[in-house]
C-alpha cells in the first residue's frame, strides 16, 4: 500500500502502486477496493467521494 485514506465517517481504503508507469517514469495508483470510494478527475482536480457517507474531498492540482 501506497497511500491510505480514511473518511470522516471511518471508511477507509487504500491506494497500491500497479508497477505500471508513464513516459516520465511516474508509477499509476489503483484503489484497493473500489466499493468504498469513487474519484472523478477533472481539468484543475481530483474529487473523492465516499460511498457510503456521500462526502466529497478534493485535492487541487498544483501549478
Known amino acids: 500500500m501506497v497511500m491510505k485514506f480514511e473518511c470522516e465517517c471511518g471508511n477507509r481504503t487504500g491506494l497500491f502502486a500497479t508497477g505500471d508507469?508513464?513516459?516520465?517514469g511516474r508509477?499509476?495508483?489503483?484503489?484497493?477496493?473500489?466499493?468504498?470510494?469513487t474519484y472523478i478527475i477533472g481539468?484543475?482536480?481530483i474529487l473523492f467521494k465516499?460511498?457510503?457517507?456521500?462526502?466529497?474531498?478534493?485535492?487541487d492540482k498544483l501549478e
Do not use: A, I, P, W
Request: glycine content about 4%; some cysteine.
Open 50 to 59: 465516499c460511498k457510503f457517507c456521500g462526502y466529497t474531498y478534493r485535492l
Open 21 to 24: 508507469q508513464d513516459e516520465s
Open 27 to 37: 508509477e499509476y495508483l489503483e484503489l484497493e477496493d473500489d466499493d468504498s470510494m
Open 43 to 45: 481539468e484543475n482536480s
